[in-house]
């Protein structure tokens, strides 16, 4: 039986399905742009955009709530910086991708173009970037609860 120790363990696992959905399509796409499983068309793929939305809105909120428990520890660590920049990087590259890359009439017809790959290169490394950097929060940078002391 699972044994969730409050109401911080249940918004982490929360934030780590949110990121699993907007990672995780965000790499099926972009992987499927590279080449990855050609057989498989990729206009449908288009349908995972919503899912992508709903997983953001869910890492909005309890983003939030995870950087309001400890405000003063990660928002003073260069690393969260780091992994907003990736994030944000990610959603734009993911919004750009969806216009020029879903919006192309040929889209199924002729071979992916080089911009399509450009941009499903540059998404994959915004995910691989910001769910790096999220990861480090933990060992990085300034340590809750004891003034001066850093991990090193």
């Known amino acids: 039986m699972l044994m969730l120790q409050g109401p911080y363990s249940t918004i982490l696992f929360l934030h780590g399905i949110g990121m699993a959905l907007v990672a995780g399509f965000a790499f099926v796409i972009a992987l499927r742009l590279l080449g990855f499983s050609p057989k498989i068309p990729i206009k449908p793929m288009e349908r995972l955009y919503p899912w992508i939305w709903w997983g953001f809105a869910l890492n909005a909120v309890t983003g939030t709530c995870l950087l309001m428990g400890d405000a003063t520890t990660k928002g003073t660590n260069p690393d969260f910086g780091i992994k907003m920049v990736f994030v944000f990087s990610g959603i734009v590259v993911l919004k750009i991708m969806r216009k020029k890359v879903f919006g ?49």
């Open 104 to 152: 192309d009439p040929q889209l199924d017809l002729a071979p992916v173009t080089g911009t399509a790959k450009g941009l499903a290169c540059l998404s994959l490394v915004c995910w691989i970037g910001a769910i790096t950097a999220g990861r480090l929060l933990a060992y990085v940078g300034p340590v809750s609860g004891l003034p001066g002391l850093t991990n090193r």
